[in-house]
């Protein structure tokens, strides 16, 4: 069955980009016009999130979210033939400093969001780093679909580690310089890891793990912006949140990271994933001791 699907995606990945561009305009059609996919959470995720613009306004940032979308799960598959030249002219990470970092012996945290392309952003890091780079990644249900992407994703040498067995490779990753890449605003299903802060003003859970590898290695972390410049091409942006996390005060990475996160959206807003359920969970009282914001934690009365 991989052979099969391997093959079928292969050819498919082949066809040019205005082609696959103008399937995209298809689906477009099917999946926004026809089946309103996840309409309801996107609209209301962006009323959440831009409480100040009109419907008309959050309606075209959803337009433009979807275009999004479905030009990076295309592009996605161009992944399994593009050529490393062809892939360098559409995706540029901006490295300088990071790469001064790691001269200087730094183990480095990078943490990003789900803004597009996601795909993209770690491919062209690995390129450009001379050390390894290490990514989580959770296991698909299908084996061959599984298979298929573990492929794609670590094409470029990127060191994929299974979510569930990451605490034990990490021990033995960190006998050596290397980088994490992490992508920290994934919807905490609960647990001790688990903290809580405003995101756009509304009180959202974050997993606090990225921090605490930040720590434990003594790394420079930075936000990673993804920009998108025009259709297929991308610039993979650093910013320095600090130059060694072990000399900081406790979350002082995750608020950084929360700031520069809000601040990389407010600037392309239709390319992050609004169809995803980040704020499903309700802060209560009883998470006041895992609150972790610069301000106070909401009391009852102060909830949407």
């Given at each position: 069955m991989y052979r099969i699907l391997y093959a079928i995606l292969y050819l498919f990945s082949l066809l040019p980009f205005f082609i696959l561009y103008g399937i995209g305009e298809f689906f477009?059609?099917?999946?926004?016009?026809?089946?309103?996919?996840?309409?309801?959470?996107?609209?209301?995720?962006?009323?959440?999130?831009?409480?100040?613009k009109n419907r008309k306004e959050r309606a075209k940032i959803a337009k433009h979210f979807y275009r999004n979308l479905i030009q990076t799960f295309l592009e996605t598959f161009k992944m399994l033939s593009i050529s490393e030249k062809g892939f360098d002219k559409r995706a540029v990470f901006e490295l300088e400093e990071v790469n001064k970092k790691i001269g200087e012996g730094k183990n480095i945290v990078f943490l990003s969001g789900h803004q597009m392309n996601w795909e993209w952003g770690p491919w062209a890091l690995a390129r450009g780093i001379k050390i390894p780079l290490v990514g989580m990644y959770s296991r698909i249900m299908n084996n061959s679909v599984d298979r298929l992407f573990y492929k794609m994703r670590s094409r470029t040498g990127v060191i994929l580690v299974d979510i569930t067995k990451f605490s034990t490779a990490i021990i033995r990753i960190s006998k050596q310089q290397h980088a994490v890449g992490l992508i920290a605003d994934q919807s905490p299903a609960g647990g001790k890891a688990v903290h809580w802060m405003n995101f756009f003003g509304e009180p959202t859970p974050?997993?606090?793990?990225?921090?605490?590898?930040?720590?434990?290695a003594k790394a420079a972390v930075f936000f990673v912006e993804f920009v998108k410049l025009r259709w297929g091409h991308y610039k993979f942006v650093p910013h320095l949140i600090t130059e060694d996390a072990s000399q900081n005060e406790k979350f002082h990475v995750m608020l950084a990271y929360r700031d520069m996160l809000e601040e990389a959206?407010?600037?392309?807003?239709?390319?992050?994933?609004?169809?995803?359920?980040?704020?499903?969970?309700?802060?209560?009282?009883?998470?006041?001791?895992?609150?972790?914001?610069?301000?106070?934690a909401p009391d009852e009365s102060s909830f949407r």
């Open positions: 477009f059609f099917i999946i926004y016009r026809v089946f309103r996919y996840r309409i309801k959470i996107v609209m209301a995720n962006l009323e959440r999130a831009f409480p100040e974050f997993y606090v793990g990225p921090e605490k590898r930040a720590v434990q959206i407010q600037r392309q807003p239709s390319n992050y994933l609004w169809s995803h359920r980040r704020w499903k969970r309700k802060y209560d009282s009883s998470w006041k001791d895992s609150w972790m914001d610069r301000v106070p």
